[in-house]
């Protein structure tokens, strides 16, 4: 078996095989394989100082009771926010408890985002409106100053994720 020392950097993807699996894989020829960079690419990331990716720590606070779930949308571009959940980075749902929801984002690189919440009394899945189509339920976004009678923009919402730990607390609107 080869000695992990005597490896080449370049096969980082074999060195993860053999520290994981302890096996050795010098038989086998990876540079036939057309995949072969991806996965060395993949395996170099995991070398790569924790402080490349982050985690967010979300409060929502204000809510008016404990119905229904608070319905968190994780935006890294302009497109689809606020409403398109389909194009959101990541789409979460928690419990209200004590008038408040917290939830965490792992694993996110650093840079612009934005989020767009929910509070959904009835669980319906989407935002109930009046017949002049403002909100009935509750409602959020990742900046204090908002938009009082349209959604807001990413560029208004938008939050620089720079910590390898960082908290953020939106005051939901009703």
Request: with cysteine.
């Amino acid at each position: 078996m080869e000695k992990l020392c005597d490896m080449q950097a370049g096969n980082s993807f074999k060195t993860l095989l053999t520290l994981l699996f302890g096996i050795s894989l010098s038989a086998f020829s990876w540079q036939a394989l057309p995949v072969r960079a991806a996965l060395d690419q993949a395996a170099s990331g995991l070398e790569q100082s924790p402080s490349t990716s982050a985690s967010l720590h979300l409060t929502v606070e204000g809510l008016r009771n404990n119905k229904g779930l608070v319905r968190i949308s994780l935006f890294n571009s302009e497109d689809g926010f606020p409403e398109d959940n389909q194009k959101a980075l990541k789409v979460l749902a928690v419990a209200p408890k004590g008038g408040k929801a917290q939830v965490a984002f792992g694993s996110l690189p650093a840079g612009t985002y934005a989020i767009a919440l929910l509070h959904d009394e009835n669980e319906n899945g989407k935002m109930d409106t009046n017949l002049v189509g403002y909100p009935k339920e509750g409602w959020g976004a990742s900046a204090d100053q908002l938009p009082t009678f349209r959604a807001p923009r990413f560029q208004e919402a938008a939050f620089e994720l720079k910590e390898p730990q960082q908290q953020l607390t939106i005051r939901i609107r009703y």
